[in-house]
């Protein structure tokens, strides 16, 4: 069950777009249990894709035929070392890089060749990570930008006890460790913008000020009193210096907005069962619900404006975790967020495209008047 748009757009925002067909009918085939999808980025006209073999593809909006539509065809294929799921992609364009979270560990490869970088050895013992949002959101360097000009990116790593800080030099290819802050209760989830870092434990969200080393606690994931009871954490950067949380009441979920100091911003988001994923593009707020539907909210009011349904032919569901069902690996695990967009290829309105002769006359130029 989902809510219904209280004053829906008479044109919808948004429409579901197959994109590719089979993406693991076309890997390699693998012994043992049949690979699976575990993640996405998508970027102009490419889109990566993460597998729970540790495969990592790529595909590219290519047209092999004039007369028809282009399509997503899949270029290269990595294996991140140890084979293992990978968990996590995060593209960085300003740098053409992208990182890899696999089996506890960050690999670096260039983009979009995904060729591996040797100069960068794999930083371990990593629970999760986090790239600075205003870094993600620098534009690619144009072909005349020098070199010298392109500047670092920098990210948190949370590990067990402490949150380590590392900056990229991509020119270089380059990684300098800058210093580490205890987190004795750790976290399981990190989202950084500029010198303040969101992250959720096992029971709490809390905000890190990176350049005070100071922490304050914000809102508990689930309101129920109830330690049995688990609830993914979401995190959600609405812009360099705000952020939204998830909590679980125990019969809905609230979306609370606080900016970096941790004090409350806007109104509030409700949903009717706890997100699996948010995802911001602006001005809409879109979220993946435990029953596979999509709910589209517009983010200045927080009012719904559309639901994508489940199509009929949607996976079965595994056993609730929060008290919702949630899918099972296989169905719709989450939603992927593009800040510099990405390229869908369309027919709409083909039908009123047409092919024409144009007569052309032979002649010399002639002199525009001055």
Not at 7 to 17: D, F, I, K, L, S
Not at 304 to 332: N, Y
């Amino acid at each position: 069950m989902t809510s219904a748009p209280t004053n829906p757009y008479e044109v919808p925002p948004y429409q579901v777009q197959p994109l590719i067909s089979s993406v693991l009918e076309r890997g390699a085939p693998t012994a043992g249990a049949s690979p699976q999808v575990t993640c996405a980025q998508a970027i102009g006209s490419e889109i990566y894709v993460g597998c729970s073999n540790g495969e990592l593809l790529r595909f590219a909006l290519q047209v092999d035929d004039p007369d028809k539509l282009e399509s997503y065809c899949l270029l290269s294929r990595q294996v991140v070392p140890g084979g293992k799921p990978i968990d996590e992609i995060v593209l960085v364009p300003c740098a053409s890089k992208a990182l890899v979270l696999c089996d506890r560990q960050i690999h670096f490869y260039t983009t979009p060749s995904l060729d591996p970088i040797p100069a960068i050895k794999p930083v371990r013992n990593v629970i999760a990570f986090a790239v600075d949002h205003q870094h993600l959101s620098r534009p690619v360097p144009s072909a005349s930008d020098p070199p010298a000009n392109i500047a670092p990116v920098e990210f948190c790593v949370i590990k067990r006890s402490n949150v380590a800080l590392y900056m990229l030099h991509c020119r270089a290819d380059k990684l300098i460790y800058q210093k580490d802050m205890p987190l004795p209760q750790g976290a399981t989830l990190a989202r950084r913008s500029g010198h303040s870092l969101c992250i959720a434990d096992k029971t709490n969200y809390c905000m890190i000020d990176l350049e005070k080393a100071s922490l304050i606690e914000l809102f508990p994931l689930s309101q129920v009193p109830d330690s049995s009871v688990v609830v993914k954490p979401c995190i959600t950067i609405i812009n360099d210096w705000e952020f939204l949380i998830n909590s679980w009441t125990g019969e809905n979920t609230i979306g609370i907005f606080v900016n970096g100091n941790g004090d409350p911003v806007r109104g509030t988001m409700e949903w009717p069962a706890h997100p699996i994923s948010v995802c911001l593009d602006y001005p809409y707020l879109t979220t993946l619900l435990p029953n596979s539907t999509v709910e589209i909210h517009l983010l200045e009011d927080q009012s719904i404006k559309q639901v994508v349904s489940a199509p009929p032919t949607s996976r079965p569901t595994s056993p609730p975790i929060d008290g919702q069902p949630r899918p099972i690996l296989g169905g719709r695990i989450g939603l992927a967020n593009s800040l510099s967009g990405f390229m869908v290829p369309s027919s709409e309105r083909s039908d009123k495209m047409r092919k024409t002769s144009v007569p052309l006359q032979r002649g010399a130029p002639v002199a525009a008047a001055v």
